[in-house]
């Protein structure tokens, strides 16, 4: 069965500040992996994926992460945070399995950002 | 122009009630998916159509069934509302292999009182 750990439930950075988002995964194959933010009363925004290739993905509003295969994880960084990425942030494990197509979410990290 | 939307965007109602909600994307993918967001924000698959069959059907009260007329539309009904389903729901729509990741609606912000 495939999960998702985020372990930090809530991060405060100040604004300007670097910012990295931890998520660790557990799939039987290479798996896809994703994040997705959420903005208050919001749905969720795709901000990047992987699948293969590359493991230094790039994403939209300047995120990045990296996969890392020997330690499960697929963290998520931004050089220098805008007060605007206060949100919650999701990480996601995906596959194709028999049953069908799923993603699978962490608990979600609440990003609280200071001026 | 909105890729996934979902009807109505708020929904109270009262205790054994019946209320539905509605779905439809325009990306022309073909699976969809409905999910639970709890207030806890954690997302719980419910379930997910392909091609207007059922694919995914989790541990779901059979209270809770969902309709798929055509591959653009996945409408979720629930009788004999409770309590505990107060909740956030999304509708997301894919293209059936998942590393595409999907695309979610805006959600239905559901109380029962």
């Known amino acids: 069965a495939q999960s998702v750990t985020q372990p930090d439930i809530h991060i405060t950075v100040s604004e300007g500040a670097s910012l990295e988002l931890r998520c660790n995964y557990s799939?039987?194959?290479?798996?896809?992996l994703f994040w997705y933010v959420q903005s208050p009363g919001q749905g969720l925004q795709l901000l990047l994926k992987?699948?293969?290739?590359?493991?230094l993905v790039q994403g939209i509003k300047g995120f990045e992460a990296e996969f890392k295969r020997s330690q499960s994880s697929f963290n998520l960084r931004k050089p220098s945070v805008h007060w605007s990425d206060a949100a919650e942030y999701f990480c996601a494990v995906g596959g194709t399995e028999t049953s069908g197509s799923r993603l699978t979410f962490g608990e979600g990290t609440q990003l609280t950002v200071n001026p | 122009d909105t890729a996934v939307s979902q009807t109505p965007k708020y929904l109270v109602t009262q205790m054994g009630n019946d209320k539905s909600i509605k779905c439809e994307q325009n990306?022309?993918?073909?699976?969809m998916y409905w999910y639970k967001q709890d207030s806890k924000k954690f997302l719980k698959i419910m379930f997910s159509y392909n091609n207007k069959e059922l694919i995914i059907n989790e541990t779901v009260p059979n209270r809770f069934s969902p309709k798929s007329p055509d591959k653009a539309h996945l409408n979720l009904h629930i009788n004999s509302l409770e309590l505990g389903d107060s909740a956030v729901y999304f509708c997301a729509s894919s293209r059936h292999r998942v590393g595409y990741g999907y695309t979610f609606g805006s959600g239905t912000r559901l109380t029962v009182v």
């Open positions: 799939y039987g194959a290479t798996p896809y």
């Open positions: 990306l022309g993918h073909d699976t």
């Open positions: 992987y699948f293969s290739g590359d493991t």
